[in-house]
Nanobody, 114 residues
Framework: QVRLVERGGGLVEPGGSLRLSCAAS????????VGWYRQAPGKQREMVAL???????NYTDSVKGRFTIYRDHARNTLYLQMNSLKPEDTAVYYC????????WGQGTQVTVSS
């Protein structure tokens, strides 16, 4: 069983920054593909950023150049640094990994509003 616990959401003004963290059980952050998805009200959940065990990253087009996904292997923690936030980034953000099956965190709310 894999456990994922997100932290770091909140309310931020447009143009601001937030950093999300995802503490994972075991060494899953180093061994599997891990990443972030988000779901806005009335919309489907979408991939935001992924990183493979080998370090290859993939971002959805709308966040390229603004968001950075990275891992701390020693802490077994995944991060998402979000800069230049826009109102359309408002969503619940979920940590994700696939290790024999999909695992999801409980989600953390990010609200971008003035």
């Amino acid at each position: 069983q894999v456990r994922l616990v997100e932290r770091g959401g909140g309310l931020v003004e447009p143009g601001g920054s937030l950093r999300l963290s995802c503490a994972a059980s075991g060494s899953i952050v180093s061994r599997a593909t891990v990443g972030w998805y988000r779901q806005a009200p009335g919309k489907q959940r979408e991939m935001v950023a992924l990183v493979t065990s080998g370090g290859t990253t993939n971002y959805t087009d709308s966040v390229k150049g603004r968001f950075t996904i990275y891992r701390d292997h020693a802490r077994n923690t995944l991060y998402l640094q979000m800069n230049s936030l826009k109102p359309e980034d408002t969503a619940v953000y979920y940590c994700y990994t696939c290790w024999r099956r999909d695992f999801w965190g409980q989600g953390t709310q990010v609200t971008v509003s003035s």
